[in-house]
């Protein structure tokens, strides 16, 4: 298995601008997990969903961050508008459904919003 | 303060050191974490533990339950073990999310 797949893994924008980030989970794997990591505040939850279907999204920081997944295959993390504060390294993660199975983290995006 | 401490939040050593890194938590947990992130910026996962030890080649992570502590040892450390060692709880109450330490930036010196 390639593991899980993020794309693209740098993007540059300007603030107010759509940005779209990708994951593609581990096949099999019931649990997908998005997570942003600053220097300020490390890493942080942002969303997970088990069967596809979104669980908490508490640490989703305002209305501006959405997540979708519309099948086991694919995810999506949207910022619309864009901020320079967004910029961070975004991760998707993914695990089976067994209790104390562990996470497997994509390669991360680099966001840059300036 | 925040639920997940470790200490140090830096580390450096010589090669062949024996390396201690220490995490407390304050809620209760079903597992514990430790993550290694390496310069380029992948996250690898080390350990899961509820209870006890695990060892894997030349890292060992315990933890203690009661005490509400783990520490992530490298025995005979290498330039290589240089990285972010990152230690994550998973609390009772939030059932599948993941509460991060800051990290501890790790240096092994030839």
């Known amino acids: 298995d390639a593991g899980v797949i993020q794309s693209p893994r740098h993007e540059v924008t300007e603030m107010g601008q759509e940005v779209t980030l990708r994951c593609k989970p581990i096949?099999?794997?019931?649990?997908l997990f998005w997570y942003r990591q600053t220097m300020m505040r490390g890493l942080e939850l942002l969303i997970y969903f088990n069967n596809n279907v979104p669980i908490d999204d508490s640490g989703m920081p305002e209305d501006r961050f959405s997540a979708k997944m519309p099948n086991a295959s694919f995810s999506t993390l949207k910022i619309q508008p864009s901020e320079p504060r967004d910029s961070a390294v975004y991760f998707c993660a993914t695990r089976d459904r067994g209790a104390y199975n562990e996470q497997f983290f994509g390669p991360g995006t680099r966001l840059t919003v300036l | 303060k925040n639920e997940v401490e470790q200490s140090p939040q830096n580390l450096t050593a010589q090669e062949g050191e024996f390396i201690t890194i220490n995490c407390s938590y304050s809620?209760?947990?079903?597992?514990l974490h430790w993550l290694q992130q390496h310069p380029g910026g992948g996250i690898v996962s080390l350990f899961m533990l509820s209870s006890g030890k695990k060892k894997h080649g030349r890292l060992i992570a315990t933890i203690n339950i009661q005490e509400k502590h783990s520490s992530l040892h490298i025995t005979a450390s290498h330039p290589r073990d240089s990285a972010v060692y990152i230690c994550?709880?998973?609390?009772?109450?939030?059932?599948?999310?993941?509460?991060f330490g800051q990290g501890t930036r790790l240096t092994i010196n030839p």
């Open positions: 096949s099999g794997h019931d649990y």
């Open positions: 809620v209760g947990i079903s597992a």
């Open positions: 994550a709880v998973r609390s009772i109450q939030g059932a599948q999310k993941l509460v």
